[in-house]
């Protein structure tokens, strides 16, 4: 088994958390490795952002999972979405119109297991958490579960205000904070490196903007490969530095 096998990624809202836990998955699973991508969001549901509606073999619904009082391989496995195009990913998560109010409130407890029980069906699990920790079980439960956590921040007060605030909840011995990696994400041109440093402290990896992934977002399209472009380029090498460090793919 992987040393390294669960990753959350975590951070402000509006900071690029879907974008990159889905770009890290695909890296992946173009890998030839399995991959589940968990996304926690039931205030947004992210699913929209990943593949058009027609790629994929079957809706099915996180809130499925959780609703059940005990989490099994085999409840995952029925509510797994699954891609026509691409065999070595998995999607969990809400559906397009679902909310937090969609099924029955769930616990730590079944948050845990369906964590536990994913590390024994893939080969790795990327989760893509929620902002908001005080009232997302599942996110904080993945944020002290996982082996490694990517916090993204990104150049402007508000997402540094946020974290600020934010910090706290995370900083108890449970959350091993040895184990989270500081990123700087959407890092556009004007924001030189020394700028960063003078902002945000050190940080593990600084992830460029890209005009073609931001494009990616805005079609519903991010599963799609980061071409080898010299505009997308600067991004796609980040990310698979990311895997080496934290997969040591």
Not at 48 to 56: A, F, K, M, R, T
Not at 74 to 85: A, G, P
Not at 89 to 95: D, E, P, T, V
Not at 174 to 184: E, I, N, P, S, Y
Request: charged letters at 25%.
């Amino acid at each position: 088994m992987h040393s390294n096998q669960v990753l959350a990624v975590w951070g402000s809202p509006s900071c690029g958390k879907t974008t990159v836990a889905a770009k890290i998955a695909n890296y992946i699973a173009a890998n030839k490795d399995d991959v589940v991508l968990l996304m926690c969001d039931t205030d947004a549901p992210p699913l929209p952002l990943l593949v058009p509606p027609s790629e994929i073999e079957e809706e099915k619904s996180l809130g499925s999972i959780l609703a059940a009082a005990r989490v099994t391989e085999n409840l995952i496995l029925q509510n797994s979405i699954t891609l026509k195009k691409n065999k070595h990913i998995s999607l969990i998560g809400m559906l397009k119109g679902e909310n937090a109010f969609s099924y029955p409130r769930y616990t730590g407890e079944q948050a845990k297991q369906l964590i536990d029980a994913l590390r024994e069906i893939a080969d790795y699990i990327v989760i893509d958490c929620s902002s908001h920790l005080s009232d997302d079980i599942l996110s904080t439960m993945a944020i002290i579960e996982a082996d490694c956590v990517l916090r993204l921040i990104n150049c402007d007060l508000k997402s540094i205000s946020y974290l600020s605030s934010q910090l706290p909840l995370i900083s108890d011995a449970k959350f091993k904070t040895d184990r989270q990696l500081k990123v700087a994400n959407n890092v556009k041109s004007i924001h030189s490196g020394e700028n960063i440093e003078q902002v945000l402290g050190s940080v593990a990896f600084t992830i460029p903007h890209s005009d073609l992934v931001e494009n990616q977002y805005l079609t519903g399209e991010l599963l799609k490969d980061t071409p080898v472009k010299r505009e997308s380029k600067a991004f796609r090498t980040v990310i698979e530095e990311i895997c080496g460090e934290v997969f040591e793919l």
